[in-house]
């Protein structure tokens, strides 16, 4: 069975740091895109980061470019995103997801989603 | 950048109802187009790919249409386990490397 379990997040202080992780299971991790998608209590899906199979490629959304890396370790099947100089508007629920679909052009879609996990930046 | 916008933001009908939503892009995206269902306190499950494509495992009530700008998603015969949130999602390469953007969402409810 394809898998995909967030961890992670947490409670954090405006300008703080955290570390999320997404550990991949049930396919061959090293052959997919994998992103990153939020979603702010009560509101909608908000696209953050993507990141290609072997890592060559990098996007991110304008709203978190210059705070938020994304990063994976194929040999962990494991993707991250690493969080720093956080704001109020950053708190949403994470979820990462596979992309599939056909590499390099406009037909991808994300298959499956993780449960995804919560991060709140208040003081 | 491209904008996406869905109408209706929410709707209710009745058990054996056909509903429609339609997902309007700013500029062409060919097929580039993506339906998601996601129940409460649920996470987002794929139903329609590349405008019209039906999921494996998605029950045939469930469809999709369209390309260019316009684009309508139905669900022929209204289920009580459909009450969920509906997003489009299109992908847009231009003016700036690969990006995704979600439509603002429809909320379907049980009349």
């Known amino acids: 069975e394809v898998q995909l379990v967030e961890s992670g997040g947490g409670l954090v202080k405006p300008g703080g740091s955290l570390r999320l992780s997404c550990a991949a299971s049930?396919?061959?991790?090293?052959?997919?895109?994998m992103n990153w998608v939020r979603q702010a209590p009560g509101k909608g899906l908000e696209w953050v980061s993507s990141?290609?199979?072997?890592?060559?490629?990098?996007y991110y959304a304008d709203s978190v470019k210059g705070r938020f890396t994304i990063s994976r370790d194929n040999a962990k099947n494991s993707l991250y995103l690493q969080m720093n100089s956080l704001r109020a508007e950053d708190t949403a629920v994470y979820y990462c997801?596979?992309?599939?679909?056909?590499?390099?052009?406009?037909?991808?879609?994300?298959?499956?989603w993780g449960q995804g996990t919560l991060v709140t930046v208040s003081s | 950048d491209i904008q996406m916008t869905q109408s209706p933001s929410s709707l209710s009908a009745s058990v054996g109802d056909r509903v429609t939503i339609t997902c309007q892009a700013s500029q062409d995206i060919s097929n580039y187009l993506n339906w998601y269902q996601q129940k409460p306190g649920k996470a987002p499950k794929l139903l329609i790919y590349d405008a019209s494509n039906l999921e494996t495992g998605v029950p045939s009530r469930f469809s999709g249409s369209g390309s260019g700008t316009d684009f309508t998603f139905t669900i022929s015969s209204l289920q009580p386990e459909d009450i969920a949130t509906y997003y489009c999602q299109q992908y847009d390469n231009l003016p700036t490397p690969t990006h995704f953007a979600f439509g603002p969402g429809t909320k379907v409810d049980i009349k």
């Open positions: 990141i290609s199979s072997s890592s060559s490629y990098i």
């Open positions: 997801a596979r992309l599939r679909g056909v590499a390099g052009t406009g037909h991808n879609w994300f298959d499956p």
């Open positions: 049930g396919f061959t991790f090293s052959s997919y895109s």
